[in-house]
């Protein structure tokens, strides 16, 4: 295991062990960049529709963390829910569009 690995492990155990917000930042922090991609790819350049997206994702990823059982690499877990949510809120949006009032 390299210092790398032992350390985002460190980290992704006080996350779930304490709720340590540190620790989930640092976790998450080097994967800014590729969710805000991500959710740009699913959701074009609606800001507001973004911004919604985002803050779902990562509400969704402070719970999930606590789940992630490792099975499977990271980022496919991380890109999973990033798709699963914006997917959820394009259906939301749409569905509030087409109910009559």
Do not use: C
């Amino acid at each position: 295991m390299t210092n790398a690995e032992a350390t985002w492990d460190a980290q992704l155990a006080a996350w779930r062990d304490r709720g340590d917000r540190a620790a989930f930042e640092a976790l998450v922090r080097p994967w800014l960049p590729a969710i805000r991609r991500m959710i740009h790819m699913n959701v074009g350049r609606d800001a507001a529709l973004f911004e919604e997206v985002q803050e779902t994702v990562l509400i969704a990823l402070m719970s999930g963390l606590r789940s992630y059982r490792e099975e499977s690499a990271f980022s496919t877990f991380l890109f999973t829910l990033v798709k699963h949510k914006a997917i959820d809120e394009l259906r939301r949006r749409n569905r509030d569009k087409i109910r009559p009032e």
